[in-house]
């Protein structure tokens, strides 16, 4: 069984594939609200995967593993994108350049060197998770001589970060640039050169033109987020009104129907930010539950 390590830690393909899989359940979530899983977001990657697997990894292996194949990721869509239009090779499958280009890359980024002779495995799966909140320069403009015919010469990759990169404050991010250093302290600027693929921009859509119960407790959640603002006045409106109509909707859609206990119970509970938090975890629970944790936090809410 193949086998892949970060650290300290060994990673087989079981845990490999597990691992990806439960990031892009936290990605589709919204638990992924910058560069990296928030703490929801951590907290259901490891005990998910720790159920899953039946292992025991903690908080720094799961963080650790996230930034390995970020990086991994990054590199390789920046070499996929200083080769375009090379294509793959027939028989290693990776990028069809040149050794001179190969030589000049992987002496420049040593960590380059393990794409030379097979591609980025599981990379439908890790653009999911890692594209996003990658920062593109696809319409910067690089100077390439008139005359050459493929990948270029003078670009190579950058990767700047440092290894205890927490991967939400001073991400690594991969930049194509053309000389050496950018500007300002020696350092270049840096961006991820590539956009979402196609592939996952159709599947996105299609997933929100039948949305489930989930999604739409979802996309409630989302919208907390979102802070709106009057074009003419620029005055700030307060989101807590429609989430509270949101939420009160979606117990509607549970079966708590207008002039039920249930409903009270809502309308009242979710007043108050507290209530409206607590009800949003319940977002991959079945409606009895949701109906459920409104009777009984009702009940204690009234307690005296």
Not at 54 to 67: A, L, V
Not at 166 to 189: F, N, Q, W, Y
Not at 208 to 225: F, G, K, N, V
Not at 280 to 286: A, K, P, Q, R
Request: proline residues 5%; charged residues 30%.
């Amino acid at each position: 069984m193949e086998k892949r390590k970060t650290g300290k830690t060994t990673w087989d393909a079981v845990a490999h594939r597990v691992f990806l899989d439960v990031c892009i359940e936290e990605v589709e979530a919204n638990n992924r609200p910058t560069r990296c899983l928030n703490a929801v977001g951590y907290a259901n990657l490891i005990s998910k995967f720790n159920e899953r697997t039946k292992r025991n990894y903690d908080r720094k292996q799961m963080k650790n593993r996230w930034e390995t194949l970020k990086k991994d990721y990054n590199t390789w869509k920046t070499l996929t994108q200083r080769a375009s239009g090379t294509g793959r090779d027939p028989n290693t499958h990776t990028i069809a350049a040149s050794d001179e280009w190969w030589e000049k890359e992987t002496h420049r980024v040593p960590k380059a060197s393990k794409f030379r002779n097979a591609p980025l495995q599981d990379e439908e799966k890790m653009s999911i998770i890692f594209d996003k909140h990658c920062v593109t320069n696809e319409h910067a403009q690089v100077p390439v001589p008139s005359a050459h015919v493929g990948p270029s010469e003078d670009a190579h990759i950058v990767i700047d970060g440092d290894e205890n990169d927490s991967g939400c404050e001073g991400d690594d991010l991969v930049t194509a640039v053309r000389g050496g250093k950018g500007k300002g302290k020696g350092k270049p600027k840096r961006a991820c050169p590539y956009s979402p693929s196609p592939a996952t921009k159709a599947a996105k859509v299609a997933k929100e033109e039948s949305p489930t119960d989930a999604q739409r407790l979802l996309s409630i959640m989302e919208s907390r987020s979102r802070t709106k603002h009057s074009a003419t006045s620029q005055v700030s409106i307060n989101p807590a009104r429609q989430e509270h109509r949101d939420m009160v909707a979606q117990v509607v859609r549970d079966g708590g129907i207008a002039g039920s206990d249930e409903h009270f119970y809502a309308t009242q509970l979710f007043m108050q930010q507290e209530y409206r938090d607590a009800f949003s975890t319940f977002d991959t629970e079945t409606p009895d539950k949701r109906l459920e944790w409104l009777r009984r936090t009702w009940a204690h809410h009234n307690k005296k």
